[in-house]
């Protein structure tokens, strides 16, 4: 299939020269750069959530005396 495609002058140059010095057409150097591109696996930047603590991480944990009842209380206080 035929298309045409704008490609920067000097990536160009570069292409023709390297498809010359390893005597392969122009198109099987562009079809192979396609094949590598397509079927490259992306890097996925995993996701890391913020740290949000507050306080002392040393300091008791003030909620963990209380019961699910009183807790559930506390979180709906005034609603």
């Known amino acids: 299939m035929k298309t045409t495609l704008d490609i920067h002058d000097e990536l160009l140059i570069r292409a023709k020269r390297h498809a010359k010095e390893t005597g ?3 198109r099987a150097l562009v079809e192979d750069g396609l094949r590598r591109a397509l079927s490259a696996v992306p890097e996925q930047e995993s996701y890391r959530l913020p740290d949000m603590r507050v306080g002392n991480p ?22």
Not at 58 to 79: A, F, K, M, Q, T
Request: glycine fraction near 4%.
């Open 24 to 26: 392969r057409p122009l």
């Open 58 to 79: 040393d300091d008791p944990d003030p909620l963990e005396h209380l019961s699910w009842p009183e807790l559930r209380d506390l979180i709906y206080e005034g609603r």
